[in-house]
């Protein structure tokens, strides 16, 4: 009996570490909907007692308000749709951001000679800002993040980046 032929282990190297960091809204679409049909309600309301009293152009102002507001809330649900894509394994970090647009930027890092630099908050009320720094690079991770996120994120990952550092166990 012949013996078996080993193959060759092809598959990719296991995650230490691998997280989507995306914004956050607190506005569901639902929410989104009643809050815009109570400010058409009042605006219209507010409008049509102006009209009456005489002041028919402030009608069209509340009308304005109205609908910068609907933009600006349409802009912020479209910006929302940015995330990055962060994964890490024994040889390779790799940092993957989406704009709102669907454009992708990858950078690759070596865990080795990686470090992630926090930048606290005057008074101790968490983390300001989040860098990936390796050699003369320095990429900024998490802009949309708040400090809380932000803090949670920085303890999680340093341990999994010290991880990759001490190398296979």
Known sequence: ???????????PE?????????????LSQRGFFLLMLAIGVVSFGLGVAFVTMGAWPVFGFFGLDATLIYLAFRRNYRDARAFEE?????????????????????HSFAPAWTRL????????WGIAGLAL??????????R?????????F??????ALADARSGPR
């Not at 009996?1 to 598959?11: C, H, L, N, T, Y």
């Not at 989507?20 to 809204?25: A, D």
């Not at 720094?133 to 998490?142: A, F, K, M, T």
């Open 133 to 142: 720094v390796s050699s003369d690079r320095r990429l900024v991770i998490g």
């Open 117 to 124: 630099e926090t930048a606290e908050r005057p008074g101790g």
């Open 14 to 26: 296991p995650l230490l570490f691998s997280a989507t960091l995306i914004p956050y809204r607190s």
């Open 154 to 159: 920085a303890e999680v990952f340093a341990r």
């Open 86 to 106: 962060i994964t890490l394994s024994g040889n390779r970090l790799l940092v993957r951001s989406v704009s709102a647009d669907g454009d992708v930027v990858e």
């Open 144 to 152: 949309f993040l708040n400090a809380a996120d932000r803090t949670a």
């Open 1 to 11: 009996m012949p013996a078996p032929s080993r193959v060759p282990d092809i598959s």
